[in-house]
């Protein structure tokens, strides 16, 4: 029996020795890498803070104290320690373990978090209630994973500085987002752990202290608040003294008796703490220790020795690899074409243009707000900015597209990555939205491929548009071709769309993915004896008239399928527009229902949303037979 079997709640972790605990965490690591092997999930992270999540817990009386856990990619150690463990082989799964923290799902996820630099914000807000309530209990925000690459996390640090309210903030510092760290504030803190004066002076004092003779040995105390105020002086941590914050660090984030002894006289004190502990992603994987970027995540199936995959996929490549292959051919063409990513290098496929032209990439880490005002101050030069950046993660930066890119007409491209249903990545990271919020953003085109190749046509098309924003979305998901090489394959045309399939009762429009899955619908139907025209609506926005006027003369029924909420959606819009064309024509519209989605494989949540070929003939059937029964 391993010792985390013995531990089902943090209850029973305090009531260990502290010499079990190393073993424990020995226990952890080895469940951690076991599980993911096969459900897959970000293990990176996790694997780094597993002596920290077991300190903090053991020097917290939680859940009565409550961890704010930043990112969510830092939670796998404390779902396992907090009532989990037996469950695990479900991370990821449909109504199993959830990726991320959810507040549903324990009492000890005191926040949910998807995204990063939400920690401090939520438990300064969590701290404030509890004073307004006269409540008694202490409140720590766990900010890692490179979370202080975000503005959000600034903005939590002032206030909760200026508050001088009870509250622990912990900066898990491992030198990484999932990419390596970049920018002023990385350099900031690796000068605390490089700095090579201070690590001499405290090793000195460190020694001095601990072999003092006799009467010496008295001073101890008053030398170490004397190596605290030599390593404020000589070491970068007094810009969170500034900020209003008691400064504690840098400490060994696996060094689990110095976290315990750290945490348990910082828990004692009052006022804004921050406690900076330095971790190693990846820690007892050594496939992650080597490549942390590639290893942040895991897919499942993998052997958990070497991280290999057991199969090799023989599917046709996925969407991020055409994307990013395609970028570095027409990088090549282009040579004022530039890639913004935030954080993402590997996981938008923009790494590969960043080996080929190094001068031309920028990764502004976990700040999409600044990626998208960043492109803007780009485009005013002339330059052709491409922002890649999940769909999920461009909802924080939609001030700034309106703002500063559509409102000055500035010709920035957004590649949107994860766009629709992203499977197992679960409610935060899904992409349902993007269309919703680009059709209300004046002067922007709004697109979404049938397949791969039409997706870099598309990407012609936009490095050649100049009158303002434009927009593609693309799934997480093998593309449905194998496209040609990117400098064979021709722009497509400015606001067409395309007729695949024509027949004469119903037409449907289908936006980008459910395209190929219309059309196979479209054949299930005929056999029925209903005949339905397919249009490939890949622009959104703006419409093609044309064969809009053309379809409409024809057919008094259409379905607008989308892979996208149904509220605001390109349905909503289409309603509208075809209203005004001709009030005859019925519009029905079918995507994603104004509810969240859970985390499922991605074909069992397109199944269940009616968004795969048997579900959108099914709704023409039921259409069909509702026309039927009134007329």
């Not at 999930?41 to 409550?66: K, M, S």
């Not at 001068?359 to 101050?377: K, Q």
């Not at 024809?554 to 379905?559: A, E, P, T, W």
């Amino acid at each position: 029996m391993s010792l985390l079997d013995r531990v089902q709640l943090p209850a029973d972790l305090r009531g260990l020795s502290r010499d079990d605990l190393p073993r424990l965490a020995e226990d952890v690591r080895a469940r951690l890498v076991d599980v993911c092997s096969r459900t897959g999930g970000h293990i990176g992270a996790g694997l780094g803070v597993v002596e920290l999540t077991i300190a903090l817990h053991y020097a917290f009386d939680t859940p009565r104290d409550q961890l704010v856990w930043d990112v969510g990619h830092q939670g796998y150690p404390h779902k396992l320690l907090t009532g989990r463990n037996d469950r695990l082989e479900t991370l990821r799964q449909e109504d199993g373990v959830s990726g991320f923290l959810k507040r549903s799902e324990s009492d000890y996820d005191a926040f949910g978090a998807g995204h990063a630099a939400t920690s401090i914000s939520a438990a300064l807000g969590i701290a404030a209630g509890r004073d307004v309530l006269g409540e008694d209990f202490k409140v720590v925000a766990i900010l890692g994973d490179g979370a202080l690459t975000s503005g959000l996390a600034y903005e939590g640090l002032n206030n909760a500085g200026h508050s001088d309210r009870d509250i622990v903030v912990v900066l898990n510092d491992n030198e990484m987002s999932i990419a390596p760290n970049v920018g002023a504030m990385s350099k900031y803190l690796n000068s605390i752990q490089r700095n090579s004066l201070y690590n001499r002076v405290r090793s000195a004092i460190g020694d001095f202290v601990d072999h003092a003779p006799g009467p010496l040995s008295s001073i101890s105390t008053l030398v170490r608040k004397w190596e605290e105020s030599v390593k404020t002086f000589l070491t970068p941590g007094v810009l969170f003294e500034e900020l209003g914050f008691r400064y504690f660090g840098p400490i060994d984030g696996h060094d689990i008796n110095g976290l315990i002894d750290t945490f348990a006289a910082v828990r004692a004190l009052k006022g804004p703490r921050l406690v900076h502990v330095i971790t190693q992603k990846g820690k007892g994987f050594p496939a992650g220790e080597k490549s942390l970027e590639k290893w942040h995540a895991l897919p499942p199936g993998h052997d958990p020795a070497t991280g290999a995959q057991r199969k090799p996929s023989t599917a046709n490549p996925g969407y991020t690899k055409v994307f990013g292959t395609g970028l570095v051919e027409l990088g090549a063409d282009t040579k004022d074409l530039v890639v913004i990513t935030a954080a993402m290098p590997s996981g938008t496929g923009t790494d590969a243009f960043a080996k080929q032209f190094p001068s031309r990439f920028f990764d502004v880490g976990i700040a999409e707000g600044h990626a998208v005002t960043f492109a803007a101050g780009l485009a005013t030069q002339a330059v052709r900015p491409v922002v890649a950046i999940y769909s999920t993660f461009l909802q924080r930066a939609f001030d700034g597209i309106v703002h500063d890119v559509a409102i000055q007409s500035l010709p920035v491209i957004f590649c949107m990555d994860r766009a629709g249903l992203v499977g197992e990545d679960g409610e935060t990271h899904m992409g349902l939205y993007d269309i919703a919020y680009m059709l209300a953003v004046p002067g922007m085109t709004v697109t979404a491929p049938k397949n791969g190749e039409e997706m870099l046509g598309l990407l012609r098309t936009a490095i050649a548009h100049t009158d303002g924003p434009f927009s593609i979305r693309y799934p997480r998901d093998a593309s449905t071709d194998r496209p040609r090489n990117a400098a064979s394959i021709e722009a497509v045309p400015y606001g067409t769309w395309e007729v695949p399939r024509r027949g004469g009762e119903f037409a449907i429009f289908a936006v980008g993915t459910m395209v190929l899955p219309s059309l196979q619908a479209a054949e299930q139907l005929a056999a029925d004896g209903i005949n339905v025209t397919v249009v490939n609506c890949r622009f959104l926005k703006p419409y093609d008239e044309v064969t809009l006027s053309a379809v409409l003369a024809d057919h008094k029924h259409v379905l607008v399928v989308e892979e996208g909420t149904v509220v605001n959606g390109f349905g909503a819009f289409m309603s509208t527009v075809i209203a005004r064309h001709d009030s005859a024509v019925r519009v029905s519209v079918h995507g994603v229902p104004d509810r969240i989605i859970h985390a499922a494989p991605r074909a069992r949540q397109l199944a269940a949303c009616g968004l795969d070929a048997a579900g959108i003939a099914e709704r023409v059937r039921a259409l069909h037979e509702s026309e039927a029964m009134a007329g």
